[in-house]
């Protein structure tokens, strides 16, 4: 089974629509992360969580929240949804020092119409 | 603002020869490194990381440069096969308050032809 699950994988919801992904992570993690992906763009950081308790905005935070349920599950909304919204989200975990890596989830490719 | 930067975001290689994907990146405060490979349909893959105390780490057919005088990454790849197309990321984590957090170039599209 994947260590970072997202679901759903693909979406298509119209403008004004609330939405929610949800993302669940197996490899006992502290720390997640949601990211958009536009072409040419590359990733960039939406919000992010160290703990349970601890939620940061990223750098495109405006349009979006979300909840850390757990310590394996970390969810994204799009209160209401917009075109310029459309776009490829990634969550990630990662546990912290010594190591930064970050271990993706395989996706959600979001359509706003 | 910190920002991490890729120089060519197109690379076309044959396959057997060896691809250099570049990488640039403006925070001088920043203390870790780390290359992503992301094939089409897919999230992120890790490759190979390096810490600011080091210019130079070696994986599998993978090696990591890193000059920080002039604020640059480079990733190689030996002997470069068609299973290595894909998308290319660095990133970098600049410690402090962002500890933990990696800011991501733009990517390359690295194409290996047969």
Redesign the interface.
Known sequence: DAD?TQTPRNRITKTGKRIMLECSQTKGHD?M?W?RQDP??????IY?S?DVKDINK?EISDGYSVSRQAQAKFSLSLESAIPNQTALY?C?T?G??P?????????TRLTVT | GESVGLHL?TLSVQEGDNSIINCAYSNSASD?F?WYKQES??????II?IRSNMDKRQGQRVTVLLNKTVKHLSLQIAATQPGDSAVY?C?E?AGGTS?????????TILTVHP
């Open positions: 970072v720390r992360y990211y040419g763009l590359g990733l960039r950081l992010y160290f990223g990634f990630a990662s912290g020092a190591s930064y890596e970050q271990y993706f989830g395989p996706g | 975001p870790y780390i349909g897919k999230g992120p893959q890790f990381d990321f990133a984590n500890y933990g957090k990696l800011t991501f170039g733009q990517g």
